[in-house]
């Protein structure tokens, strides 16, 4: 019962350089979202997707760019990482948009230096 | 300025007493859902609830969501170490949920 499984764990990434953060789910949900959580900030909706084929911003856009690449899969691109892109990502999903349980995977740690 | 302010950021109490933290916005939602995380993993969730007026009981968690939909409270009753963690309120408007920023609680044994 893997759930959200995100990878990788943890990145270091110089200013400019590029990187995907891959998610993958198992139960099936139609809606995955990227939040990145901030110390004092709590967690901010960067993208989401609603169904598989659709995706929407969030809260925090700029930035980044996602791909829904099937029903399991949502990624979330960086093209030139900043400092203020340094912060933990989390990937989650559920049956439907803004409803029911999140299940979140359990995040990505990337520091832009 | 965030949409769900949560109260107090952090505490720190000894095993055994009582605790409540709190959620407040000027927002109404349609649902509020409250959520544990502890360090290294993403957050869990705990209960949701939908009625304003609503009471949920989960063991010694006790959640309720206000008359007016705009704000919740978590009561612990008899904390225990194993209660260690961040609590986020998240509130749905519409396909939006929007999370605050956390009580972060420590229970010492």
């Known amino acids: 019962n893997a759930g959200v499984t995100q990878t990788p764990k943890f990145q270091v990434l110089k200013t400019g350089q590029s990187m995907t953060l891959q998610c993958a789910q198992d139960?099936?949900?139609?809606?995955m979202y990227w939040y990145r959580q901030d110390p004092g900030m709590g967690l901010r909706l960067i993208y989401y997707s609603a169904s598989e084929g659709t995706t929407d911003k969030g809260e925090v856009p700029n930035g980044y760019n996602v791909s829904r690449l099937n029903k399991r899969e949502f990624s979330l691109r960086l093209e030139s990482a900043a400092p203020s892109q340094t912060s933990v990502y989390f990937c989650?999903?559920?049956?439907?948009?803004?409803?029911?349980?999140?299940?979140f995977g359990s995040g990505t740690r990337l520091t832009v230096v | 300025t965030q949409l769900l302010e949560q109260s107090p950021q952090f505490l720190s109490i000894q095993e055994g007493e009582n605790l409540t933290v709190y959620c407040n916005s000027s927002?109404?939602?349609?649902?509020l859902q409250w959520y544990r995380q502890e360090p290294g993993e993403g957050p869990v969730l705990l209960v949701t609830v939908v009625t304003g007026g609503e009471v949920k009981k989960l063991k010694r968690l006790t959640f309720q969501f206000g008359d007016a939909r705009k704000d919740s409270s978590l009561h612990i009753t008899a904390a225990q170490p194993g209660d260690t963690g961040l609590y986020l309120c998240?509130?749905?408007?519409?396909?939006?949920?929007?999370f605050g920023a956390g009580t972060r609680l420590t229970v010492k044994p």
């Open positions: 998240a509130g749905v408007i519409g396909n939006d949920m929007r």
């Open positions: 989650a999903s559920s049956h439907t948009p803004g409803q029911g349980g999140y299940t």
């Open positions: 139960m099936n949900h139609n809606s």
């Open positions: 927002s109404v939602f349609s649902s």
